[in-house]
T-cell receptor, first 112, second 113 residues
Framework: DQQVKQNSPSLSVQEGRISILNCDYT??????FLWYKKYPAEGPTFLIS?????DKNEDGRFTVFLNKSAKHLSLHIVPSQPGDSAVYFC???????????FGKGTKLSVKP | KAGVTQTPRYLIKTRGQQVTLSCSPI?????VSWYQQTPGQGLQFLFE???????NKGNFPGRFSGRQFSNSRSEMNVSTLELGDSALYLC????????????FGPGTRLLVL
């Protein structure tokens, strides 16, 4: 049973517009959430994270929103750039445990 | 600071062989976690080592094992390789205390023939 779900395998967005990537989770014990960007045959690159005590975190063009009651988080990228094209993974963890639970990823394509 | 490094980057083995992969964490980090990425299963947690002790373990068979040395470098071993072990193996490191971001290495691509 998937504890972290990214229901959209792919997303296509025009350059300059907003990209919204979604993630749902089932385990209410998760208290730390992260987004990673990944290219094929490379390791994931950390983008942004959020603790369960917050509902929003911003870093430049990236904002993550957390809705604990809905067990839902989203990553907003504004404005989207062609270099943002990659697979984005949502991940969650409990406390200081070193095991991240990943979603299956969403492939973002930003068209010039 | 140098990032997480993994060696080798690419490896080809045949069924039944064993393989050892190496991971050097970011300087000062004491926790190393290992993950397997395959097209069908995505990114799955293998195990975590902290201060030379296995602290967490995922749902993988006993053929998958690991260890950590006093300098925090970690190795992962897979014995009796199967075709399904072909994957990208990733390691990540943190200081190991509290909520922290895991920083990943570039991975080792293993192909089992």
């Amino acid at each position: 049973d998937q504890q972290v779900k990214q229901n959209s395998p792919s997303l296509s967005v025009q350059e300059g517009r907003i990209s919204i990537l979604n993630c749902d989770y089932t385990n209410s014990m998760f208290d730390y959430f992260l987004w990673y960007k990944k290219y094929p045959a490379e390791g994931p690159t950390f983008l942004i994270s959020i603790s369960s005590i917050k509902d929003k975190n911003e870093d430049g063009r990236f904002t993550v929103f957390l809705n604990k009651s809905a067990k839902h988080l989203s990553l907003h990228i504004v404005p989207s750039q062609p270099g943002d094209s990659a697979v984005y993974f949502c991940a969650a963890s409990v406390g200081s445990q070193g095991n991240l639970i990943f979603g299956k990823g969403t492939k973002l394509s930003v068209k010039p | 600071k140098a990032g997480v490094t993994q060696t080798p980057r690419y490896l080809i083995k045949t069924r039944g062989q064993q393989v050892t992969l190496s991971c050097s964490p970011i300087s000062g980090h004491r926790s190393v976690s290992w993950y397997q990425q395959t097209p069908g299963q995505g990114l799955q947690f293998l195990f975590e080592y902290f201060s030379e002790t296995q602290r967490n373990k995922g749902n993988f068979p006993g053929r998958f094992s690991g260890r950590q040395f006093s300098n925090s470098r970690s190795e992962m071993n897979v014995s009796t390789l199967e075709l399904g072990d072909s994957a990208l193996y990733l390691c990540a490191s943190t200081s190991g205390q509290g909520q922290e971001t895991q920083y990943f290495g570039p991975g080792t691509r293993l192909l089992v023939l």
